[in-house]
């Protein structure tokens, strides 16, 4: 009997993957991954220095694992320190997940996020409802997601400009990702920002943390982060809680403000959509899900390290290879979703990952849907006829964290 031996499998030529840089992936970061997902679902990208996963099925395989764990990227630990609540494992992550959840909670949100949000939400639209025309990205959205926010910590005497300019610092560092042929930063230099952002948010901090050591504040997150689950007459100490304040600075702030204006675009981009959902706002949550998976606020912050030895869509990873999950390339997975990159709020519901997935899943999935919707619920109740402003362009910028950089609307007053 004669055995015939079959071909071996060709491997893709990823050579092409040398010449992506990141302004590429900054600017537009669909046309690279599309080819990855067709190509190579799991891939090593130079500029990265990781491998990076870009379709769904890699994705939550990764996330969900119990042959990976949770770990920071190289830039986002060089910008939050440790330890971070999204990089860390076992004991600290079970503590700090402890310590953040309980106020994230539905019914522990339902109880007040009417009462936090819809009073901002007014109040930044009274500055401007009556011009007729407005910049939504600076004058709303952004405001909204931060002042709800940094309420919620108790960062009242913040004002939202500070939140913003600490934020976008903070985005800028955790995404100067670029790395070397030798494995360091390109471009040292671009955590500086983000450095001047944690120092003066210590400055702001620091002195509210002394308070509420000595007197715990209820309506402040983070005085419950210094007591909650804590022996009586003891905190959790400062320096262990930083890193997950400066998460929720940069992420947390981010998340709500972006997933609304792309929401917007999106729907802009389908006139007789938007018509429905200002006319009938109990369509404002399946909105609010088309434009995540649209336009994944988180597009490709978040990562993986194999804990041993592991073979994930045919390629061998060696113990202790991260692994950055895209969930915004992953929420444009073909095998999915039918033309995912246009914007359809009719589309089947599938799950998408934008809040990503396994035990290191965004913890305020609940309270960042909720303050998109009373955000958008309010603009469109105040500003019924808004439309965009055809005569400004709609950028988005971003590969880590990707939104649009600005979104020019008019109306009839």
Known sequence: MTTIEQPATAQPDLSWLDDVTMTDLER??????????????????????????????????????????????????????????????????????????????????????????????????????????????????????????????????????????????????????????????????????????????????????????????????ISHWLHDGMPPGQTRDREYIYPTIYVYLLGAMQEPGHGMASTLVGLFSRPEQMERVVDDPTLIPRAISEGMRWTSPIWSATARISTKPVTVAGVDLPAGTPVMLSYGSANHDTGLYEAPSAYDMQRPPLPHLAFGAGNHACAGIYFANHVMRIGLEELFESIPSLERDTGEGVEFWGWGFRGPTSLHVTWEV
């Open 28 to 221: 537009d970061p669909y046309p690279v991954y599309e080819r990855l997902r067709a190509e190579a679902p799991l891939a090593f990208v130079p500029v990265l220095g990781s491998y990076v996963a870009s379709t769904a099925e890699v994705c939550r395989e990764v996330a969900t694992s119990p042959d990976f764990e949770g770990i920071i990227t190289p830039a986002g630990g060089r910008t939050f320190g440790h330890p971070a609540i999204i990089g860390v494992n076992g004991e600290i992550h079970a503590d700090l997940r402890s310590m953040v959840e309980p106020a994230l909670q539905p019914s522990e949100v339902d109880r007040w996020i009417d009462d936090l949000v819809r009073p901002i939400a007014r109040g930044f639209l009274e500055q401007f409802e009556d011009d007729g025309r407005a910049e939504l990205v600076s004058q709303y959205c952004e405001p909204v997601s931060v002042r709800a926010l940094g309420d919620l910590l108790g960062l009242q005497s913040v004002s939202s400009d500070k939140l913003r300019e600490w934020f976008h610092k903070l985005n800028r560092s955790f995404t100067n990702a670029a790395m070397d042929e030798n494995g360091d930063f390109a471009n040292p230099e671009g955590f500086t920002e983000g450095d001047e952002a944690k120092a003066e948010i210590r400055s702001v901090v620091d002195p509210l943390i002394d308070k509420w050591i000595a007197e715990p504040d209820q309506t402040s997150n």
